[in-house]
């Protein structure tokens, strides 16, 4: 068997790792299943693509790789741009649509089902935008080198790994070590005791959807740099999204992570062993594997 | 002239009609039992597959083709929806309100696989034609074959209607109301919620998968394009639009989505260029998306609905700690 | 008699819009004073205090503290504004280490007096301090119960409110919890105490509070109340005034 799988399942374990994060946080503290997450990694890939754009027209020294990557300064900036962007849009979706459920203390389901409309616009908003065609953010090919033990990457694919460490690192250490990280704790344990404790409940959700989409951004940069963009980037990662928080354990960032490397490499396995064709089946047996076995998770609490 | 207007409309009410069935179903788990299912296509489809394989005449490149009555492909289609809707329920109902949501996605996804990657079963990407059709040997004469066929789906409608109306009076349906209004004392009397739901889940995929071969058999072929996800949405918004919990409105619910549908698609056809039209649809998905979301927001209830599981529903809410 | 420092004015309050539990209560208490709410089981004194707190929302009615009117201030600017409240259950973080239950009290401090208003409560609390990175979902019923009123006095407030902190815990903690009581409310802090043990909240209250089908039923001085035969078999759930039936 060609040992280059476990490359290829550590990327597509980091993106999906990422979002999944942002999916254990945003349903520990929200308390619903956001099936408008995907859209996330999606618009966060499609507003980088966009604000990257607009800088290359701009200055076409932007867009000059650095070397040895394959992209110019015009990525990094506009990646950061687009992070911006993505959590303000997560926050829009949230003051226009979920905080109203929320104020009338609707039925968890209810905002479940609004999630669905909600993706649903979403996707189909950026197909009228950008049409179905895939993107890409550069079109330069890379070599990729080897590092031994028959694996190879392209400094692209190690830059991306060491990305997405950094990310998981530092929202660990925000959860565990910051006010905000532990009033996101406390919240997710109970809103009621959070806010006679002087915790502003109303901030800790904005805070949350603005890392979840953050990091949602950071995984479709990542997965449209090494991949490609299309409008359904996201959704068809939502079921990996899923699979991975559920495994991990809702709530629980490196949790998350790790299933997400799990499943990815799982993935890359399945590709090797039986073809590419049911990748997408393998976050499904996970999942049903997880729910008939231990259905809260590796790291997850007893409910 | 007029005759080919009838039984265009008697075409369109059919195809409206099977829309319908599959909303019925749905109206059981989630109208009747606050069961929330976002693979509405994927037990369609089943029930489709289930139907064509036992019906078609046999065929050398794939499994099957059984040549039985189409009878018996509704009954099968129905058997087999209604088996995977057990299975996914008996694993995820006890659970989350919201891991039954997330495994019913998941089938969606895989059942999506499977019909395009299990060749010899679903025929691939191509799926099955010569399907049998009703009434075939008045096919010469359109408008009484499509009112034929209009006649058979009015009658499996009322007839659904009715049954589900009675089951909803019944010893079973009143002990559904009772568990969905108020768990905890429905489990004191002896009652077992999660037995409960997991047979109107099962019931519900039953009928989407009755629906599937219905349709199935009404056009004549099916192929995976059929069974995106989108068809899952379009459900979800005739139910809302007609009312959830309420089976006229969810009837009701069908043919005017579908109507709006069917209309707006006509005249992105006729009024949108060429190379305009695939935008001009995903347009079209986003008014659905935003549409069901204002629904959920303003009418909670519906365009038609007098009663709404929404505000009964509120007490499988993360119940507050009573003192 | 001073000012009132907390005040309702014809409250009413319920979970549902159309179920008012609490039906109409005018109620004070002034800066210094001790109050203990007795009443019945279900009697909606839970309610009551939660909905002072801003956890139960208000149909009518309005709530001054210190002068303010702060019936529509979210939970958590009640509590900057100096009200802390001790819920009946569920009041400490159980996934959450004792210590960081603790930040979360002091995180409305600068960061350089936290670690002394920490190390305050330990040394105030001292079986807190033997191992502050112990779960406290992991302690006994009579920690936790110190872990929430510590939490509730991070806060440094002039009122405190605290819904039954002696239910569930043996005679001998239920005696240092109201020793604990009568020390902070003799530091100057205004405590309104929901008790349903009938005669140690008696002991140390300067006044008592009946609620009954979320209404006051009864108001007056500790011993007046002990002392009343009719006031005890109505509402106390004894006949003589003597300790009331456990939670
Ligand atoms: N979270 C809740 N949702 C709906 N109703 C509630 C809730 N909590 C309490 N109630 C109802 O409110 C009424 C008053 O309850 P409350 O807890 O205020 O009483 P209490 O006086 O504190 O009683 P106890 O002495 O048992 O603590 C009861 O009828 C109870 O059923
Ligand atoms: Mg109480």
């Known amino acids: 068997m060609n040992p280059q799988f476990i490359m290829d399942g550590l990327i597509a374990g980091a993106i999906i790792g990422l979002g999944a994060v942002g999916v254990t946080l945003t349903y520990s503290i929200l308390r619903f299943s956001n099936f408008a997450h995907g859209e996330l990694l999606s618009w966060g890939a499609y507003l980088a693509l966009a604000v990257a ?17 394959s992209f110019g300064w015009a990525l990094p900036i506009s990646a950061v741009i687009a992070i911006g962007l993505t959590g303000l849009l997560a926050l829009a979706v949230d003051a226009l649509l979920f905080s109203s459920f929320r104020r009338r203390g ?63 690192v530092t929202v660990h250490l925000l959860m565990t070590r910051t006010d905000i990280g532990r009033a996101m704790r406390a919240v997710s344990e109970n809103p ?47 079921l990996p999204l899923f699979a991975a928080a559920i495994l991990g354990g809702i709530g629980s960032v490196p949790g998350a992570m790790l299933a997400g490397l799990i499943i990815g490499l799982c993935e890359a396995l399945a590709v090797q062993a039986v073809g590419a064709e ?26 | 002239m007029t005759l080919d207007i009838l039984a265009y409309a008697a075409f369109f009410l059919s195809m409206a009609l099977t829309y319908a069935i599959i909303c019925l179903g749905l109206n059981v788990q989630w109208g009747m039992t606050g069961l929330f299912n976002v693979g509405i296509a994927a037990f369609v489809a089943v029930g489709a597959y289930t139907s064509a394989l036992l019906t078609t005449p046999p065929s050398p490149d794939r499994f099957g083709g059984f040549e039985l009555p189409i009878f018996v492909g509704w009954l099968g289609a129905a058997v087999t929806s209604g088996l995977l809707s057990w299975a996914v329920g008996a694993l995820t109902i006890r659970l989350r309100s919201d891991y039954l949501a997330i495994a019913t996605f998941g089938i969606a996804v895989t059942v999506q696989l499977c019909m395009l990657n299990l060749q010899p079963l679903t025929g691939g990407p191509f799926g099955i034609g010569f399907i049998p059709r009703p009434f075939a040997d008045l096919q010469d004469n359109a408008l009484a074959f499509s009112l034929a066929n209009f006649a058979v789906m009015a009658i499996v409608v009322l007839a659904l209607y009715l049954a589900l109306e009675h089951l909803a009076k019944s010893p079973w349906g009143r002990v559904l109301r009772a568990i969905r209004e108020d768990e905890m004392a429905a489990q004191a009397l002896g009652k077992r919620p999660i037995r409960f739901r997991l047979q109107a889940f099962t019931l519900g995929g039953a009928i989407m998968g009755l629906a599937g071969a219905a349709q199935a058999h009404f056009i004549g072929f099916i192929a995976p394009d059929n069974y995106m996800p989108i068809l899952t949405f379009q459900v979800w918004a005739m139910l809302i639009v007609g009312g959830s919990g309420n089976n006229r409105g969810a ?38 998306g935003v549409g069901l979301c204002l629904m959920l927001l303003w009418r909670p209830r519906g365009l038609f609905g007098e009663v709404s599981p929404l505000t009964r529903l509120k007490s499988l809410r993360a119940a507050p700690s009573k003192e | ?33 001790l109050v203990v709410l007795l009443g019945p089981n279900g009697a909606g004194k839970s309610t009551f205090v939660k ?43 159980a996934t959450m280490t004792i210590l960081e239950n603790l ?28 191992r502050p990175s112990r779960l406290a979902g992991a302690l006994s019923g009579g920690q936790r119960q110190m872990l929430a009123v510590a939490r509730a006095l991070a806060l440094d407030p002039p009122v405190i409110i605290l819904d039954e902190p002696s239910a569930g815990l043996s005679p001998k903690i239920v005696s240092e919890v109201f020793d604990m009581l009568k020390a902070i409310n003799a530091g100057g802090v205004t405590v309104l105490l929901v008790e349903q043990n009938v005669k140690a909240a008696l002991a140390i209250a300067s006044r008592a509070v009946i609620l009954a089908e979320g209404r006051i039923a009864h108001e007056g001085l500790p011993e007046e109340l002990a002392s009343d035969p009719l006031v005890g078999k109505i509402y106390l759930g004894t006949a003589h005034g003597h300790q009331g039936a456990p939670a």
């Open chain 3, 103 to 130: 930040q979360i009290a002091v995180a409305h401090l600068p960061k350089a007096k936290r670690g002394a208003a920490i190390e305050a409560l330990f040394s105030r609390f001292p079986d807190l301090a033997a």
């Open chain 1, 53 to 69: 754009g607009a800088l290359g027209f701009l200055s076409a020294g932007l867009t000059k790789p650095i070397a040895p990557f």
């Open chain 1, 106 to 168: 609707s039925a968890i389901i209810i905002m479940v089902m609004a999630s669905f409309g909600a993706s649903l616009a979403l996707r189909s908003l950026l197909e009228f935008l950008f049409t179905s065609k895939p993107a890409y953010f550069t079109k330069a090919l890379q070599i990729a080198m080897k590092l031994g033990g028959g694996l190879r990457a392209t400094p692209d694919q190690l830059l991306m790994l060491g990305v997405a460490l950094v990310a998981v």
């Open chain 3, 1 to 33: 008699m001073t000012a009132p420092i907390l005040s309702t004015h014809g409250l009413v309050a319920g979970y549902e819009p159309d179920l008012p539990i609490v039906r109409g209560i005018d109620f004070s208490v002034s800066s210094g004073e």
């Open chain 2, 251 to 288: 009837i009701a619910g069908a043919i005017l989505v579908w109507g709006l549908w069917a209309l707006s698609a006509a005249a992105v056809s006729t009024f949108v260029p060429a190379e305009q039209q695939a935008r001009a649809a995903s347009l079209q998905i986003v008014a659905i």
């Open chain 3, 51 to 93: 909905a002072i707190a801003g956890l139960v929302p208000i149909h009518a009615g309005t709530m001054m503290l210190n002068g303010r009117d702060i019936t529509h201030v979210s939970p958590h600017r009640k509590v900057a504004e100096g009200l802390a409240f001790v819920p009946q259950t569920e009041n400490v973080f």
């Open chain 1, 278 to 303: 049911w990748r997408a089946a393998v976050s499904f047996v996970i999942l049903i594997a997880v729910l008939l076995v231990r259905p809260r998770g590796l790291f997850g609490k007893a409910s």
């Open chain 1, 192 to 238: 009621a005791l959070a806010s006679i404790a002087g915790i502003d409940v109303r901030r800790v959700i904005r805070t949350v959807w603005f890392l979840g989409a953050a990091l949602a951004c950071v995984a479709g940069i990542m997965s449209g740099l090494l991949i490609q963009i299309r409008p359904y980037l996201g959704h068809d990662l939502l």
